[in-house]
């Protein structure tokens, strides 16, 4: 389980937005964004760039730390 820091997302089609790149991905299990804290916690066994990667690809960033 990863929970990675997202800068952009505002709204609930953001959060689907960053949910559906996520489990586009065969090792992600479930992603769950918290729109409150920015974050969203991934289920499954996939690599943290390739996470990374997908949420940038859906416009967002993913931040430090």
């Known amino acids: 389980m990863y929970t990675l820091k997202v800068k952009g997302m505002t709204c609930g ?3 689907q ?3 559906r790149a996520l489990e586009a991905i065969p090792e992600v ?5 918290d729109l409150d ?12 760039m390739m996470l990374a990667r997908a949420i940038t690809e859906a416009g967002y960033e993913v931040a430090e730390g």
């Open 13 to 15: 089609h953001c959060a």
């Open 17 to 19: 937005s960053v949910t």
């Open 29 to 33: 299990e479930r992603a769950l964004v």
């Open 37 to 48: 804290r920015g974050e969203v916690t991934v289920e499954g066994k996939a690599d943290p």
